[in-house]
């Protein structure tokens, strides 16, 4: 069964660092999500992307943000400049399509830890 | 107001006995998916079961099943016969027909134990 892959499992950088968190979604999916849990909190919306741009995005996902599809296959979240409070667990998820009744699918997360 | 309201922090389950996991929902639209997920202690996101608001019949999957009350905007979550393999954090989500994507939108989580 196809399913999410997310590289690093686990990353420890230092403040100030930039880091960049790879994905690779389901392959005829068309609709790919970040979102961000951090420790014993809920998980939130970080950003969506469709056809090659961003289509929304949260109060979260600020200038140090910045997501990209370089290539046919990855979906990669760039963080610039790492502050210790963008410690927490990332989730990469794709759909195959937009509307509400449709699952998301989730990869298994890269843990990321600022020092 | 809260999207997605989750009031139970943690509950506790004996072994093969069923539990209810509460989640209540606010929505203006009336196209919405809602789904649970399972977060075991290894982090990953694990989708239990999806009900959609036009459906009629109650969502089920092997021993999980959802009680959609869409009138009260209720969407709790039953578990029958529990295992201890089921304890984990368990996360409702409501996807809504809004943007070009329709993010999901997640509850804080119920922490469930399930004890011998």
């Not at chain 1, 990855?74 to 963008?86: G, H, P, Q, V």
């Not at chain 2, 999980?64 to 393999?85: C, D, E, H, P, T």
């Amino acid at each position: 069964e196809p399913e999410v892959t997310q590289t690093p499992s686990h990353q420890v950088t230092q403040m100030g660092q930039e880091v960049i968190l790879r994905c690779v979604p389901i392959s005829n999916h068309l609709y790919f999500y970040w979102y961000r849990q951090i420790l014993g909190q809920k998980v939130e919306f970080l950003v969506s992307f469709y056809n090659n741009e961003i289509s929304e995005k949260s109060e979260i996902f600020d200038d140090q943000f910045s997501v990209e599809r370089p290539d046919g296959s990855n979906f990669t979240l760039k963080i610039r400049s790492t502050k210790l409070e963008d410690s927490a667990m990332y989730f990469c998820a794709s759909s195959p399509a937009s509307g509400a009744t449709y699952e998301q699918y989730f990869g298994p997360g890269t843990r990321l830890t600022v020092t | 107001a809260q999207k997605i309201t989750q009031t139970q922090p943690g509950m506790f389950v004996q072994e093969k006995e069923a539990v209810t996991l509460d989640c209540t929902y606010d929505t203006s639209d009336p196209s919405y998916g809602l789904f649970w997920y399972k977060q075991p202690s290894s982090g990953e996101m694990i989708f239990l079961i999806y009900q959609g608001s036009y459906d009629q019949q109650n969502a089920t999957e092997g021993r999980y099943s959802l009680n959609f009350q869409k009138a009260r905007k209720s969407a709790n979550l039953v578990i029958s016969a529990s295992q201890l393999g089921d304890s984990a954090m368990y996360f409702c989500a409501m996807r809504e027909n809004t943007g070009t994507a329709s993010k999901l939108t997640f509850g804080t989580g119920t922490r469930l134990q399930v004890t011998l």
